[in-house]
């Protein structure tokens, strides 16, 4: 087992990589422990868990509202908690952003902590402090940084995961290396097949390896305003896909880290062949690399894009494996981009 903190303004956030779900109790102080979690994994956990109360709540996407959170706090009301409990997130990054939101609004806050259960949670959304709801069609809309005081990352728990779902989180590791980590890629192309097969001390250094790049960027910039946007590796392109064409996340992320790349390659910033490595290490380990889209819908979304400034957008480029930059890009350069590339 591995520990890595994070020091945030909010607070000092524990990420226990190879631990175990049995250790739950260790981590959490409060009179009264609550755990959160879905459907699935209740069913799935449920004996694993401690002797605690149990909301349980949907799944999907289509349950990061609101409505969710109020139904949360009424069930909290129900409970009779106070102050002097602890809320845990079993899940997820859907569960741990909406746990993330309700424990830190409930009473102007209780303390919370995280079991991220799958890939995508263990390397990226459980990681940061950032949680919050989608509203009125736009992902995230509502919510605040507020670090969780420990994540669980239990590697047990990802042999569970449906495939695709595990490649969504491959896709965040690339990610992490593309931006933060030649040695990690160059990990990654050797060893993507032990790590697809879910072997444990392989998904344990991937694990590791992405929470400390993403810590390492949140300590310099915690709330976004600079140095964290390099984690939007591909992810301006990606939500744009998410949105128009229905797409996971990961592999949205994965065609937008193409996307990127080419336009890094465009804009002389990155070698040809360095790009082709990246293409080709998504392809190898099963994400996609090419789409037909209906480009206008693209564009269209990418100008409703949260992060838009004035004509263009701050896109995040690559200058080489492992060292991103991040260059404000005119929508008509994108324009043609995406006529080119697509
Ligand atoms: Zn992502």
Known sequence: MKTIEIHGQTGTSEIAVGESLENLEKYTGGTKKII?????????????????????????????????????????????????????????????????????????????????????????????????????GYKNMIGLFNQPNF?????????TLPH?????????????????????????EKNFKKALALDGETLEKLVCESVTIKADVVRIDEKEKG????????????????????????????????FAAALSVKRNKLP???AERIRDLLEQIGLPTEISLDKEKILDALKKDKKREGDGLHFVLLESIGQAIIEKIPFQELEMAIHDLY
């Not at 994540?151 to 042999?159: A, N, Q, R, T, Y």
């Open 36 to 136: 959160i979690t879905d459907e699935n994994l209740n069913r799935f956990y449920h004996k694993r868990f401690p002797p605690w109360d149990i909301i349980e709540i949907g799944t999907g996407e289509k349950i990061k509202t609101l409505e969710t959170v109020e139904y949360i706090f009424k069930k909290l009301v129900e409970l009779e908690i106070d102050r002097s409990c602890f809320i845990v997130g079993v899940g997820g990054g859907i569960v741990c952003d909406i746990t993330g939101f309700a424990a830190s609004t409930f009473m102007r806050g209780l303390p919370f902590g995280f079991v991220s259960t799958s890939l995508l949670s263990q390397v990226d959304a459980g990681v940061g402090g950032k949680n919050g709801v989608n509203f009125y």
């Open 151 to 159: 994540v669980i990352c239990d590697p047990g728990m990802l042999k």
């Open 164 to 188: 695709k779902e595990l490649l969504s989180g491959f896709a965040e590791v690339v990610k992490h290396a593309a931006i933060g980590s030649r040695e990690l890629f160059a990990f990654l």
């Open 227 to 258: 140095e964290r946007r390099k984690l939007n590796f591909g992810h301006t392109l990606g939500h744009a896909l998410e949105k128009t064409a229905g797409l996971p996340h990961g592999e949205a992320v994965s065609l937008g880290m193409v």
């Open 272 to 274: 040809l062949s360095e």
